[in-house]
């Protein structure tokens, strides 16, 4: 007997049929291709671990990735930049200055440099210019030490992971929790990459197709801000794709060649059709999705998830966090940047928008604000 399905819930799930055609709705299956393409909780909003338990743990790393699957986060996203050697690393830039200890490390004194890196000069320490190994010989820390002074506690402790590592977690934890963790990795700076060299996205294709990830099934997704990265993925790969979009400005392939959309097109509903031709899933800066009021409050939500799944695409906007400084000023509690505010009543909102998955640096909070949501 079926279960009986009503409310919220029931509103997703409606959702989902309409945005996998053939997905499973109530139990039932009407089609081979939408129960292919479903991810993990597809009946539900998706909880993307934003690299791992970023409010939490520092980021990018073993223990930030498995406390977000403690804490119920369907994926884990690392981030990905390449060695000196050719090695996918999982770090969130490749000047690694404020992510790792190599500033205590003598041995490494001369290779800090500036570079320019989609545009702007960066001073620091570059992964391109590390093999693995020496990049094993550091410890992430806290990048923001500032507002997350409990995380600076875990500084030393973990190793920078790569990418066949983080697959590795990813089935580990599958199995230690009885059910299926996803990951998402990024591409990072690809045009950047591919200038001098290092293309990520070779070596993305290889670790996706050798671990057996390379399916419709959503056990993988892979994303860039730069479309030309994600269509290379999707000329080669099966996974879905999330098209990460800013609030403004231009991809830095638009940039770089001085043709392609920026961000603003890319969100009308052309640009969301044109999407829809190499990814299934966008990723927008969440005030793309409810805009915030000219004094910092929270807004009404845009046509954005209206106009996306129109286009048969599913949003997953980001980056959730539990900060004041992270929040609405209506959302706020106190002064007190670092202090948590109502970040619950930010979930609910969004949820209620119709979004069909998120970025969460907490992802705990993230997943109770789901189940507040889908229960209400």
Known sequence: ML???????????AAVAVLLPGAMVGGVVGGAMGAAEAAPHAKEPTIFGHRGAAGYRPEHTVGSYELAVQMGAD?????????????LIARHENEIGGTTDVKDHPEFASRRTTKTIDGTKVTGWFTED????????LRAVERLPSVRQRNTLYN??????????VIDLAEGL???YHRRIGVIPETKHPTYFRSIGLPLEGGLVKALKDNGLDKRDGRAIVQSFEP????????????????????GGAPYDTIATGTGP?????ITPAGLREIRTYAQWIGPDKSLVISLKADGTL????SLVKDAHAATLKVGPYTFRNENQFLPADLRVGTVPSDYGQALKEYDAFFEAGIDGLFSDNPDTAVAARGDFLDG
């Open 3 to 13: 279960a009986r399905v009503t409310g919220k819930r029931a509103a997703l799930l």
């Open 75 to 87: 994926y884990i996203e690392p981030d990905l930049v390449p060695t000196k050697d050719g090695v």
């Open 130 to 137: 590390f093999t693995l190994a020496e990049v094993k010989t």
């Open 156 to 165: 030393g402790r973990y190793q920078v992971p790569t990418l066949q590592e």
């Open 174 to 176: 599958s199995a230690k």
């Open 228 to 247: 030309s990265s994600l269509r290379i993925l999707h000329r080669s790969l099966r996974v879905p794709g999330l098209q990460d979009l800013s609030a």
């Open 262 to 266: 920026t961000f603003a097109e890319m």
């Open 299 to 302: 807004g009404a939500p845009t």
